[in-house]
């Protein structure tokens, strides 16, 4: 980044390190106010007001340390001070309001707390199940290619796995498992197979894991934003191949002489080449997939002439008010939609980012079953 641009971008730092001081300052002193002993000493303040700091920047110091404990402490931190903030206002505008009844306030204060606690702990519960425990959504698309010697397909998808600490070999022994049950004849995994770091990812071996996964046109993967960690492509792309995963890093391959598969860097990448650059020699007569991790630019791409371009990375929002804002971000921000010829799917995704969470959204892997015509 240069030095202009940094300069640019210091403001918007500085204005969302305060924005996030003053939510957190908000969270604390309503929940200081509800825990304090009827008797505050300054021994309680001190302690809660060092808790409330660590946790507060546990989610960045376990970033950049990458120390395990505070990377796990930082995202569970992330989903509980999201969930305040969708709970808290209302339980402190609750007690305002009673304020004008009969009711004892240090009475409606304390079970105003005590209910928020309950809120807070059976969402977290329930947005966890909701990340560790993905379905399958199904889309069966009819695709216009008279001259395929293909009469079906079928495809199973998933992106965003954020493999990592929290999103662990557990899951990715879930992908493989779950994945190989739906019998498909072509695996893709359309980017974000980390979680921004390579080492837990090697670490526990969750390539070897992935190599598990079975389809007999093979298992094909595109990289996304966040797997450009602080290490080497190649170290991530020769871990992959190395258990029989093809990794397409702007690359083109024709599979057993029956369809075309495209995997482009993801748009971050300013190296990456245009997709008019990569169709070059395509036959057009055989289907045309492209793994695509950010789903922009589909107007392109039918132009260009893909028969299907799988995408993630929205996370179809992950948690309320996600879907609203990418929902407006995204021609096609997740689920299925057919552009002339062309049809893109957008997953939700089988892991998550941040907090290990998902409020409004679920983990998915996607099936696709394809009849040529």
């Given at each position: 980044m240069n030095k202009r641009k940094m300069n640019q971008f210091i403001p918007v730092i500085i204005m969302t390190v305060l924005l996030y001081s003053g939510l957190v300052f908000y969270i604390g002193w309503r929940g200081y106010r509800w825990l304090r002993p009827t008797t505050s000493s300054r021994r309680f303040k001190i302690i809660y007001t060092v808790m409330i700091v660590l946790a507060a920047t546990s989610f960045i110091l376990g970033r950049i340390s990458r120390v395990k404990l505070l990377s796990i402490v930082g995202a569970y931190w992330m989903a509980c001070f999201y969930l305040l903030l969708m709970i808290v206002?209302?339980?402190?505008l609750t007690v305002i309001l009673l304020r004008f009844t009969k009711l004892p306030r240090?009475?409606?204060?304390?079970?105003?707390?005590?209910?928020?606690?309950?809120l807070v702990v059976s969402f977290l519960g329930y947005g966890m199940y909701n990340a560790y425990n993905p379905v399958v959504h199904t889309y069966e698309i009819k695709m216009d290619?008279?001259?395929?010697?293909l009469n079906t397909l079928h495809i199973a998808i998933a992106a965003d796995t954020h493999f990592g600490l929290l999103s662990d070999k557990n899951h990715a022994q879930r992908l493989v498992r779950e994945m190989n049950k739906l019998g498909p004849d072509l695996i893709l995994l359309p980017g974000d197979l980390l979680d921004d770091d390579v080492q837990p990812f090697i670490d526990q071996k969750i390539h070897e894991i992935l190599s598990n996964l079975q389809a007999p046109y093979g298992v094909y993967v595109s990289l996304g934003n966040h797997d450009r960690h602080n290490g080497t492509m190649e170290e991530l792309i020769e871990a992959l191949e190395h258990g029989g995963i093809h990794v397409l890093y702007d690359e083109i391959t024709e599979v057993q002489g029956q369809l075309t598969l495209i995997g482009r860097k993801d748009r971050m990448d300013s190296e990456r080449l245009s997709l008019e650059r990569l169709m070059e020699g395509v036959d057009r007569t055989k289907p045309t997939i492209l793994l695509e991790h950010q789903p922009y630019d589909l107007h392109i791409a039918q132009q260009a002439g893909i028969d299907l371009m799988v995408s993630g990375h929205t996370h179809g929002g992950q948690v309320f008010p996600g879907r609203l804002i990418t929902s407006r971000l995204y021609e096609n921000h997740w689920g299925y939609l057919q552009k002339e010829k062309m049809h893109s799917i957008v997953t939700s995704g089988f892991g998550f980012w941040g907090p290990p969470i998902r409020i409004g959204t679920r983990s998915e892997i996607v099936s696709v079953k394809i009849q040529f015509q």
């Open positions: 206002p209302l339980a402190h240090e009475s409606t204060r304390k079970w105003a707390g005590s209910i928020t606690l309950v290619k008279r001259d395929s010697s």
